[in-house]
């Protein structure tokens, strides 16, 4: 720990740094402390193998916590009809078993895809380090901790030491201020953010999301905007704990209680970047000049307003995967299927802005479209408000929780040529199924295909 | 680890942008719980077109990949790495990598060496042209047949580890365990909600 008071103005994110400094091991290079690790059953069972190989056990178990999410099926539970998932998910179980790991199984209604789970849990909390094997782990960053993804090597490094070596990274500020039109959410501010900067518009950076727009956004949204910060390069994205972040935890079952909650939250209202504090890059989006967003090609940066047209210089190879021409306008392009869930829109408010636009329509004909929540606390309280009535009355599977066509490992799978509307946060190329052709949007936007059966502007939904 | 210092090869040209780990690997491939043979599934959908590049037999034994701006953005799934390494791939060389893929791959000796754009074209073209390379970490150069040496940044720490072939978990083990324990120390008294038990089972 720092003995010496830091006085120079200092960002948020420098603030998480130095907090967890083990041992300066360069320039900008130390071993930081890692107070909290989610695991999952893909990226994990050659660091368990690792450490076993190597003779030795946990370092700690506490700041662990397990669940499978990539693999489950979303539907008919009981029995794993592939044997390979089924094994990874067993393994997993065996693992956490052996290591003294706490594992949430399948049929927990705690089980959900890990970063809905972080939250939901109080296992996230503001000012701690968290990782996971697992890209989209800035979607902590929401609550102010510092957490980023990683391989299955620090998994292991983390699981033998409780620390990584890490180095420090640049910082932007990203600042968005104004009020959200109707219709238009987090999902079309970070896809504008990634069409903006690009693809790798951020690598070797943390984001710090600040302004008037972000401070009136719910934790949801917060979430879903860090979430996919990767998708702009950076591994970390940052909003400050604020009043909105202590109500979402209050009373989770993880989060401090009583004396402990109110240290706890003291500490946590000085994790903020100083007013003067220097970023080495900053961008500014107007949030009222936001319109819905819609992807185009196969890379989250290849990203158009609704109103807006493939660009006239689109590669050939995007053109050519996604059956696109250059100039053609997106609104109107006829869908097969639509997919509402994933780490980044799989959340409680997700699901009601998506039934907004489900309520007393109908999925269009020869479209199939499927909820899948991010939890099953999720699934349950969608239940309680009776959203799933309106999504089955419109059409929609409703599914059991897990990652499903974000990914495509389950059965949830597309078919060649078959195109998509997605609240999820990759396009890529058969990122849904070999051949398969994914445009990203927000919840309400992807309600708004399934029921018109083309790429819609939800805005004219909303009467 | 295995160790990275001096490679001499012949070169793939792969010359794309945001060649993303689900490219490298198709995410249905993931469902191997092994690291070993995964050079089978790298590239899947590429090469089930005839003619992709990897397997191109102009470049049969290359160990060198050379790829474009971005590379290995994406998911996090150090298959990638264990993907290329299974191929023989011993490095990458691109104007810039996703960072989660380029700590993977230098954790497990695969060099992500990144060139600025006028020296990457000069290394592309090169590879086209069948030539061999010798990339050094000893001497942090690309050498070309053409006579031409191209000097390159590397992080200091990560090369000495690549060149040793040492791992992190020995070397924290083996120095760090006295920090890390002070460090706990500290942190039980500055945020002791952290260190509750109660809170971890919930
Ligand atoms: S929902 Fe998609 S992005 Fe999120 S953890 Fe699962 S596979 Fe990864």
Known sequence: MRTVAVTAPSTLYHRLWAAHVVAETGAGEALLYIDRMLIHEVSSPQAFAGLRDRGLVPYRTAPHLAVADHAVPTHDRGAIADPQARQQIALLAANCAAAGIEYLPLDDARQGIVHVIGPEQGFTLPGTTIVCGDSHSATH???GALAFGIGTSAIECVLATQVLPQKKLKTMRVTIDGVLAPGVGAKDIILTLIGRIGAAGAVGHAIEYVGSTVAALSMEARMTLCNMTIEAGARVGLVAPDATTFAYLAGRPRAPKDAAWDRAVMAWQALRSDADAVFDR??????AAIAPQVSWGTSPDQVIGI??????DAG???LEYMDLAADQGIAGLAIDHVFIGSCTNGRIEDLRAAAGIARGRHVAAGVRAMVVPGSGLVK??????GLDAIFRAAGFEWRDPGCSLCVAMNDDRLLPGQRCASTSNRNFEGRQGVGARTHLMSPMMAAAAAVTGRITDVRALLA | MMPFDVLTSLAIPLPEDNIDT???LPARFLLHTEKTGLGRFAFAERRARPGFVIDDPRHAGAAILVAGANFGCGSSREQAAWALLDLGIRCVIAPGFGEIFAGNAISNGLLPLALPV????????????????????????VALVDGETIGFDFDAGAREMMINGWDDISMIRARHAEAIAAFERQQRQDAPWLWDRAMHHG
Do not use: K, M, N, Y
Request: charged share 20%; glycine share 8%; hydrophobic share 45%.
């Open chain 2, 118 to 141: 006028p020296a990457w074209r000069h290394v592309l073209a090169e590879a086209d042209a069948g030539w061999p390379l010798t990339v050094s970490l000893v001497t942090q150069s």
């Open chain 1, 380 to 385: 349950r309280q969608a239940e309680a408000e």
């Open chain 1, 307 to 312: 109103d807006g047209a493939v660009p006239g």
């Open chain 1, 141 to 143: 960053g929401a609550f």
């Open chain 1, 316 to 318: 050939a190879r995007p």
């Open chain 2, 22 to 24: 689900d490219i490298i």
């Open chain 1, 282 to 287: 900053d961008i500014h989006l107007d949030a």
